[in-house]
């Protein structure tokens, strides 16, 4: 029996917390090969939220493949605890999302979340960078130093 097993690497921010937010995601087959890029604008929104959208969002072109297994990937911890139900949620928006990734989560036999260094996400943080950048959200103008 064939099994599919993917990897998503996720990656949200807001310039500005709250303020202008993407969200993208790149998901990868066992092997490593990009299968998919995937990246959204959300509006305005914090930093957080924005993490737990590129989760949802990375799960929803997961499920497009059907895999057997999924494992995630991203650098905030808060995401990785929470949505693995190791930490508390007190923010009600933040309970909603993960409630969103767990509908996206229960059509997938086998799933694993993990916490990773920024370093081994940037291709997710470019998808980012490219949504805000484009919408004319520089970094500039909301980054000093």
Not at 49 to 68: C, H, M, N, R, S
Not at 93 to 122: F, Q, S, Y
Not at 124 to 136: I, P
Request: with cysteine; charged share 25%; glycine share 8%.
């Amino acid at each position: 029996m064939f099994m599919t097993k993917l990897k998503i690497f996720c990656d949200g921010g807001a310039r500005g917390n709250p303020g202008p937010a993407a969200a993208g995601a790149v998901i990868q087959n066992s092997a490593g090969a990009t299968l998919a890029t995937v990246a959204k604008f959300l509006g305005t929104a914090t930093n957080n939220q924005a993490e737990y959208a590129a989760v949802i969002l990375g799960i929803q072109k997961a499920l497009e493949f059907k895999p057997d297994e999924l494992e995630i990937f991203l650098d905030s911890k808060l995401a990785v605890e929470q949505i693995s139900g190791r930490w508390k949620i007190k923010d009600l928006e933040l309970k909603k999302l993960v409630e969103k990734a767990h509908v996206g989560l229960a059509k997938i036999p086998k799933w694993k979340i993990d916490h990773i260094v920024r370093a081994k996400n940037k291709t997710a943080d470019q998808l980012v960078n490219q949504v805000l950048d484009s919408r004319g959200f520089r970094k500039s103008a909301f980054f000093r130093g």
